[in-house]
T-cell receptor, first 115, second 111 residues
């Protein structure tokens, strides 16, 4: 299957700082990328959908000014958690979908801990 | 509304078959997926089935879809300890849209 690389795998940051998470599709062009958040022992909750070159569409309850998403190219999307707080600690996973739009591949996830 | 339900736990012995069940509510789902997640890792796509199919088999994995009952199952033949993980069922309503996930079934395989 296609490869989606997410970086970093884990990060610890201080409250008030910002953290950027990268999601890359390595062997296909990702026209659409999705960002999910997963709480311990729970399912994945969709945060936002981004199409290359346009603004992301955020799910209800997700603060767009706090979770900045950029999808500037067909192989890269970034999620920046701004002014992070301990309640932002979570597992963030990106997913990329190509033009066929049949399969959706996931990155390895990023464990964010805000102290 | 959109809702995907799964049982939370399944425990089997090594060598037995595992059957993980999933129900969904939206009959217009286009694709249905099964993902595997190991501790601390991302999601690995195992298989998916198009809504006009009844069955799909891929090596040890068999997916059955009962569209009338909106029921999806994943059968793992000859289950191994390495199959221990969380298995997520997901539906996709339209091409290019996000997947909607169930809460995941934790499969525990004992030797």
């Amino acid at each position: 299957g296609a490869v989606v690389s997410q970086h970093p795998s884990w990060v610890i940051c201080k409250s008030g700082t910002s953290v950027k998470i990268e999601c890359r599709s390595l062997d296909f062009q990702a026209t659409t990328m999705f960002w999910y958040r997963q709480f311990p022992k729970q399912s994945l909750m969709l945060m936002a959908t981004s199409n290359e070159g346009s603004k992301a569409t955020y799910e209800q309850g997700v603060e767009k000014d706090k979770f900045l998403i950029n999808h500037a190219s067909l192989t890269l999307s970034t999620l920046t958690v701004t002014s992070a707080h301990p309640e932002d600690s979570s597992f963030y996973i990106c997913s990329a979908s190509g033009q066929r739009n049949t399969e959706a591949f996931f990155g390895q996830g990023t464990r964010l801990t805000v102290v | 509304g959109e809702d995907v339900e799964q049982s939370l736990f399944l425990s089997v012995r090594e060598g037995d078959s595992s059957v993980i069940n999933c129900t969904y509510t939206d009959s217009s789902s286009t694709y249905l997926y099964w993902y595997k997640q190991e501790p601390g890792a991302g999601l690995q796509l195992l298989t998916y089935i198009f809504s006009n199919m009844d069955m799909k088999q891929d090596q040890r994995l068999t997916v059955l879809l009962n569209k009338k009952d909106k029921h999806l199952s994943l059968r793992i033949a000859d289950t191994q300890t390495g199959d221990s993980a969380i298995y997520f069922c997901a539906e996709r309503l339209q091409a290019g849209t996000a997947l909607i996930f169930g809460k995941g079934t934790t499969l525990s395989v004992s030797s």
